[in-house]
């Protein structure tokens, strides 16, 4: 039980790698709210949950993650509702793939909002709670496209290298309080993304891979549960790449 009386926020957490964290902090002993883009997916994740484990200590909520005030009103119900929050996963991303030639600069800011803006949003509205309660741990999803970036849909890596500063930023800026910021970079890992694409696909994936395959959600969450808990009481600002050894 390496998060037992922790309280955590998963954002995007109704599925993917998010869904795998949420149910790797509730079987480590943790309270867990996780935040969704809708209402209807968020009840889905949840039965999903309770079907699974009766007794999990779980909320849903659905934030606009692009609205800060919306954001900071969904903190404080979880902080009223578990007394505290100790981990915060700002996990939720979208991918992008346009060529820099038929960009549509509308789609590129709104990247940049959800995979950015929110996790800034978020760290603004948790890091006071964090502050008063003498201490707390936030992991950002990065990716490996924040090392090598892509051949197409720049706002992607170029979101991820924002994570990345955010993450070292913060870590820096955040230190004092007791508040430890670290980032994990997956490769590409089985979601429904990667589940859509067609098998001799990812055979040709996997075989550039060093580890031979892509990676399961489950293997990233491991990493955001070492980063959450006490075992990384003296790591922050560090980048953790969870991808195999990929060399793009
Ligand atoms: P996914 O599409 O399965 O899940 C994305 C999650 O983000 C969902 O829970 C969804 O509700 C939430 N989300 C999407 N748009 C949202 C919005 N506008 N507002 C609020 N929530 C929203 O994706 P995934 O593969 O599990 O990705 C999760 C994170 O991991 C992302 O940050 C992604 O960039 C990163 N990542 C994924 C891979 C991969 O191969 N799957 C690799 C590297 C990094």
Excluded: W
């Amino acid at each position: 039980m390496m998060l037992k009386n922790k309280v955590a926020i998963v954002t995007g957490g109704t599925r993917g790698i998010g869904l795998a964290v949420v149910k790797a902090f509730l079987a480590e002993g943790a309270s867990v709210a996780l935040f969704g883009s809708r209402p209807e997916t968020v009840t889905k994740a949840l039965e999903a949950i309770k079907a699974e484990n009766p007794s999990a200590s779980v909320m849903g909520l659905s934030p606009d993650l692009s609205d800060y005030a919306s954001i900071e009103a969904a903190m404080k119900e979880v902080h009223s509702h578990f007394g505290k929050i100790d981990i915060l996963a700002n996990n939720a991303g979208v991918s992008a793939r346009e060529s820099i030639y038929d960009y549509d600069p509308a789609a590129f800011q709104s990247v940049m909002d959800l995979n950015v803006n929110s996790v800034f949003y978020c760290v603004k509205a948790v890091a006071p709670f964090m502050k008063e309660q003498g201490g707390g741990a936030i992991i950002n999803t990065s990716s490996m496209v924040s090392l090598y970036g892509q051949p197409s849909g720049c706002s992607y890596p170029a979101s991820k290298f924002a994570v990345n500063g955010l993450t070292k930023s913060l870590a820096r800026e955040l230190g004092k309080d007791n508040i430890r910021v670290n980032a994990v970079l997956p490769g590409v890992t089985r979601t429904d993304m990667v589940a859509a694409l067609p098998t001799e696909m990812v055979e040709r994936i996997s075989a550039t891979i060093p580890l031979g395959r892509v990676g399961e959600p489950e293997e990233v969450a491991n990493a955001f549960v070492f980063l959450a808990s006490d075992k990384a009481s003296y790591i922050t600002g560090a980048l953790l790449s969870v991808d195999g050894a990929t060399q793009v």
